[in-house]
C-alpha cells in the first residue's frame, strides 16, 4: 500500500479498520526486513462494453489480502461506480498471482489495494 497522500492514509486506515476483526495486522512499511509481495501474473482488465456498446467508464477500489499462497483473497470493496465494474475487477483479481511477501526472510500475507480505472481501451 501507498501512502503518499491523507487520502491513501485514509485509504489504508478504513482497510485495516475492515480487515482488523478477521486479521493481525503488523504496520512495516518502511522496515527493510519486508519484502513486499511481486505481482508475477495477471493484470488490469479493460472496461467492459455497456448496451450501447461504448466502454462503461468509472472507477472501483479493492482492498485485499495477498496470502502465503500468492493469490489475492478476501478482497473488500471500497468505492465502485458500476456493480459491472465491481464484477469485472473482481473476476480479474482471480488471475492474479504474486510472489508472496516476506518478513524477516519468512512468508508472510500481506495488505494490498487496487485502483481500477475504467474508460475508453488503452
Request: hydrophobic share 40%; with cysteine.
Amino acid at each position: 500500500m501507498n501512502r503518499l497522500t491523507p487520502e491513501s492514509f485514509q485509504r489504508d486506515q478504513e482497510i485495516k479498520r475492515q480487515y482488523g476483526c478477521k486479521y493481525i495486522i503488523a504496520d512495516a512499511p518502511d522496515s527493510p526486513a519486508l519484502e513486499r509481495a511481486q505481482p508475477i501474473a495477471g493484470g488490469l482488465p479493460d472496461a467492459p462494453l455497456g448496451p450501447d456498446g461504448e466502454p462503461i467508464n468509472g472507477k472501483v477500489l479493492i482492498g485485499y489480502i495477498i496470502g502465503v499462497d500468492g493469490l489475492a483473497h478476501d478482497p473488500i470493496v471500497l468505492e465502485s461506480t458500476s456493480p459491472i465494474l465491481t464484477d469485472t475487477a473482481l473476476a480479474a483479481m482471480k488471475e492474479w498471482r504474486f510472489v508472496p511477501g516476506k518478513f524477516n526472510g519468512r512468508i508472510v500475507a500481506t495488505l494490498a489495494a487496487q485502483n481500477f480505472s475504467f474508460g475508453p481501451p488503452r
